[in-house]
């Protein structure tokens, strides 16, 4: 079965630099949702999006921008890029009819030098 | 504020040996919970879930977990771990609504030994 993508797997920026972070869900799921992990600790919620508008927010940086186009798939951008931005970044997907199971992407490992 | 608790951060345990992973969620009128099992350098996989009805809840690869409404618990469970279990165990509760944004718990490393 098809899974959620997530591109590039991995990324190295300097400090200040932009990043952007993409995420393919499963064909037919109409909400994304992404979550940051920093080294040793949980994921966190950062922000999630349903139909193209977003859906709710965590504790995203003013920094960090989302949006998920007419194909569903989503994009993080990532600006002003600091050291304590390296972390795992999961991109999940699910229907939005009920409480649907998240199923979560491999992760985009970003390292910010 | 919603919260997950797992107490352990880390269990060591001998191959073939039964292990209990304990969870907690803050209460609230309607939750949905979750176990996902993260393997080093990968992404989050789905053990289980419970949405509603029966309060034991069958896995994959041979884990079970229960939902104990009055102590607020969903405890993951396997009668015998083998070396492959070896992982980091997230418990993560959501609690619908307009947003079906999961909160996880810290984390659990189940360290199996042989």
């Known amino acids: 079965a098809a899974g959620v993508i997530q591109s590039p797997r991995h990324l190295i920026k300097e400090k200040r630099e932009t990043a952007t972070l993409k995420c393919y869900p499963i064909?037919?799921?109409?909400?994304v949702y992404w979550y940051q992990q920093g080294p040793g600790q949980d994921p966190q919620f950062l922000i999630s999006f349903y139909e193209k508008m977003q859906s709710d927010k965590g504790s995203i940086p003013d920094r960090f921008s989302a949006q998920q186009f007419s194909d569903y798939h989503s994009e993080l951008n990532m600006s002003s890029l600091e050291l304590g931005d390296s972390a795992l970044y999961f991109c999940a997907s699910s229907l939005r009819t009920g409480q649907e199971t998240q199923y979560f992407g491999p992760g985009t490992r970003l390292l910010v030098l | 504020a919603q919260s997950v608790t797992q107490l352990d951060s880390q269990v060591p345990v001998f191959e073939e040996a039964p292990v209990e992973l304990r969870c907690n969620y803050s209460s609230s009128v309607s939750v949905y919970l979750f176990w996902y099992v993260q393997y080093p350098n990968q992404g989050l996989q789905l053990l289980l879930k419970y949405l509603s009805g029966s309060t034991l809840v069958k896995g994959i690869n041979g884990f079970e977990a229960e939902f104990n409404k009055s102590q607020t618990s969903f405890h993951l469970r396997k009668p015998s771990v083998h070396i492959s279990d070896t992982a980091e165990y997230f418990c993560?509760?959501?609690?619908?609504?307009?947003?079906?944004?999961?909160?996880f718990g810290t984390g659990t490393l189940l360290a199996v030994q042989p």
């Open positions: 064909p037919r799921h109409d909400t």
């Open positions: 993560a509760v959501s609690y619908g609504g307009a947003t079906n944004k999961l909160i």
